[in-house]
């Protein structure tokens, strides 16, 4: 089997291609990576070649360490993800410490892995500690209708929880932990990363202000979801807002009934 016929990688392709027809990745905008299982690091190792020298990664991620990453490539296209895989994305290995990453296929004529490297696994460091490994995916997305509202409503969490929650029913029952918001920051660094790995501990959706969104799942299904279903609430609110304001919606009642009809336990702090 080659490499490019194994699950994970058509996977991946799909779900690319499916958020660049979301309109979410203009140009280079956003980037995603993908943590392998053991299963598909086994398989791998027969494609790989780890004579590649260790760059660091500008953060430390000591249990990430020794771990195999599927990454999209700096400055590259998600929408010619689909075209050729092996200029557009790589995979990486982290070394011993956590500290250093290399790339072992893929990202061909010197490309690198994306900017947002050190959020990324920032991000999947602390999710991974905190799920007990099973999130393995951090998407990163420049979703139009989220970054609108970053213009407009108050840059505070539990705002856009409420508001987000009251566009569409089941918003609660998809992110029952809510959404974090990290002011404007200069993308790309150690710093950032740290912003968003502080409110990744608590939610599974991060809004960068004026910029766009993190979003952390199980596997790529589930993040695209979690991306779709965040950024379609945030289109209903802009056209809300567009149509005037609220004059009636769902309340704070309304999701304690709804708790109890889905069996989940929705936070008192977002009602
Ligand atoms: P990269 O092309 O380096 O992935 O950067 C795109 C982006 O969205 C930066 O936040
Ligand atoms: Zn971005």
């Given at each position: 089997?080659a490499?490019?016929?194994m699950?994970?990688?058509k996977?991946?392709?799909?779900?690319?291609h499916?958020?660049?027809l979301?309109?979410?990745?203009?140009?280079n905008g956003g980037?995603?990576s993908?943590?392998?299982t053991?299963e598909?690091?086994n398989?791998i190792k027969e494609?790989?070649d780890?004579?590649?020298?260790?760059?660091?990664?500008g953060?430390?991620?000591e249990n990430?360490?020794n771990?195999?990453f599927?990454?999209?490539?700096s400055g590259k296209?998600i929408?010619n993800?689909?075209?050729?895989?092996?200029e557009?994305v790589?995979l990486?290995?982290?070394?011993?410490?956590?500290?250093n990453y290399k790339?072992v296929w893929?990202?061909?004529?010197g490309?690198?892995p994306?900017?947002?490297?050190?959020?990324?696994?920032?991000s999947?460091?602390?999710?991974?500690?905190?799920?007990n490994?099973?999130h393995?995916?951090i998407?990163?997305?420049?979703?139009?209708n989220?970054?609108a509202?970053t213009?407009?409503?108050?840059?505070?969490?539990?705002?856009f929880?409420?508001?987000l929650?009251?566009?569409a029913?089941?918003c609660?029952?998809?992110?029952p932990?809510?959404?974090?918001?990290?002011?404007?920051m200069?993308?790309g660094?150690?710093?950032i990363a740290r912003a968003?790995?502080?409110l990744?501990n608590?939610?599974d959706?991060?809004i960068?202000a004026?910029?766009g969104t993190?979003?952390?799942?199980?596997?790529?299904?589930?993040?695209?979801?979690?991306?779709?279903?965040?950024?379609?609430?945030?289109?209903?609110l802009?056209?809300?807002?567009?149509?005037g304001?609220?004059r009636?919606?769902?309340?704070?009642d309304?999701?304690?009934d709804l708790a109890k009809g889905?069996?989940?336990?929705?936070?008192?702090?977002?009602?």
């Amino acid at each position: 089997m080659a490499l490019q016929d194994m699950k994970f990688i058509k996977t991946f392709v799909k779900i690319t291609h499916d958020a660049w027809l979301k309109g979410w990745h203009e140009r280079n905008g956003g980037n995603i990576s993908y943590r392998l299982t053991q299963e598909e690091t086994n398989i791998i190792k027969e494609y790989i070649d780890e004579s590649a020298e260790y760059t660091p990664i500008g953060i430390k991620v000591e249990n990430l360490a020794n771990e195999y990453f599927l990454v999209t490539g700096s400055g590259k296209f998600i929408r010619n993800i689909s075209v050729c895989l092996e200029e557009n994305v790589g995979l990486i290995k982290i070394d011993e410490k956590g500290e250093n990453y290399k790339i072992v296929w893929g990202l061909v004529n010197g490309a690198r892995p994306t900017s947002e490297l050190p959020s990324h696994l920032n991000s999947h460091s602390i999710k991974k500690a905190a799920t007990n490994g099973k999130h393995r995916v951090i998407m990163h997305s420049h979703t139009t209708n989220l970054i609108a509202l970053t213009f407009v409503l108050p840059l505070d969490g539990k705002v856009f929880t409420r508001e987000l929650w009251e566009m569409a029913t089941e918003c609660p029952v998809v992110f029952p932990s809510g959404i974090g918001v990290v002011p404007w920051m200069v993308p790309g660094g150690a710093e950032i990363a740290r912003a968003t790995g502080e409110l990744m501990n608590h939610h599974d959706i991060v809004i960068w202000a004026h910029h766009g969104t993190f979003c952390s799942g199980d596997d790529l299904d589930l993040t695209f979801g979690l991306m779709d279903t965040v950024e379609k609430s945030a289109e209903i609110l802009v056209k809300v807002l567009s149509m005037g304001g609220k004059r009636q919606t769902i309340t704070s009642d309304n999701f304690r009934d709804l708790a109890k009809g889905f069996n989940i336990e929705i936070d008192e702090k977002y009602l």
